[in-house]
């Protein structure tokens, strides 16, 4: 058993010696070839580039919860998160539109519904009741003259004003959130 492994280590050094002669022989060769030998180098320059542009991505949150309650004898509010990223510096306006029932709003501009009865509420930047939130471009927007380059995240504030008092029912409403960017945005 030992003779055939000594054998075998036999074989496998001769292979590489001669495997490593033929290389350094191949190496010489080359290296005395004319082609290699006192030749010129050509070079060339390539140009890289990469152009970026204006760009807004914005993520919503699924809903905006009031909670569940009987007479409405104060306030109710709410709040939500929405992230949106903006390529670095790029100016933003985010609107939010009066949702699905706002012609059936009272004293607001928007409603939630169910079957033929309505609640009111309003949506705010900055905290509930302070800064309207609407979708006028520049004049009741959230704006922004030069987005971080990361995820911001902006609060919507929600407030379901006082004194409503309306059959039961699982109310409910949809806005739409829209984000004009860059010559868009407000100024």
């Given at each position: 058993m030992?003779?055939?492994?000594?054998a075998?280590?036999g074989?496998?050094?001769?292979?590489?010696?001669?495997i490593?002669?033929?290389l350094?022989?191949?190496?010489?060769?080359?290296?005395?070839?004319p082609?290699?030998?006192?030749?010129?180098?050509?070079?060339?320059?390539?140009?890289?580039g990469l152009t970026i542009?204006?760009?807004c991505?914005?993520?919503?949150?699924?809903?905006l919860?009031?909670?569940?309650?009987?007479?409405?004898?104060s306030?109710?509010?709410?709040?939500?998160?929405?992230?949106?990223e903006c390529?670095k510096?790029?100016?933003?306006s985010?609107?939010l539109d009066?949702g699905?029932?706002s012609?059936s709003?009272?004293?607001?501009?928007?409603?939630?519904?169910s079957?033929?009865?309505?609640?009111?509420?309003?949506l705010?930047?900055?905290?509930?009741?302070?800064t309207?939130?609407?979708h006028?471009?520049?004049t009741?927007?959230?704006?922004?003259?030069?987005?971080?380059?990361?995820?911001e995240?902006?609060?919507?504030?929600g407030q379901v004003?006082?004194?409503?008092?309306?059959p039961v029912?699982?109310?409910?409403?949809?806005?739409?959130?829209?984000?004009?960017?860059?010559?868009?945005?407000?100024?």
């Amino acid at each position: 058993m030992g003779a055939s492994w000594s054998a075998a280590i036999g074989v496998n050094v001769m292979k590489s010696t001669n495997i490593a002669a033929a290389l350094l022989a191949g190496t010489a060769v080359l290296a005395a070839s004319p082609a290699f030998a006192g030749s010129t180098v050509a070079t060339q320059t390539i140009g890289v580039g990469l152009t970026i542009e204006d760009q807004c991505t914005i993520t919503a949150p699924a809903s905006l919860s009031f909670g569940t309650h009987g007479i409405i004898l104060s306030d109710v509010n709410a709040q939500a998160d929405m992230t949106i990223e903006c390529t670095k510096e790029t100016p933003y306006s985010i609107a939010l539109d009066a949702g699905l029932n706002s012609a059936s709003a009272s004293g607001t501009t928007r409603a939630m519904k169910s079957g033929s009865n309505y609640i009111n509420y309003d949506l705010y930047s900055g905290s509930a009741g302070g800064t309207f939130w609407g979708h006028t471009v520049g004049t009741d927007t959230v704006n922004s003259s030069s987005a971080a380059g990361a995820d911001e995240v902006i609060t919507i504030y929600g407030q379901v004003p006082s004194h409503q008092n309306q059959p039961v029912g699982t109310y409910s409403d949809t806005v739409t959130a829209t984000i004009w960017y860059a010559a868009d945005a407000a100024p």
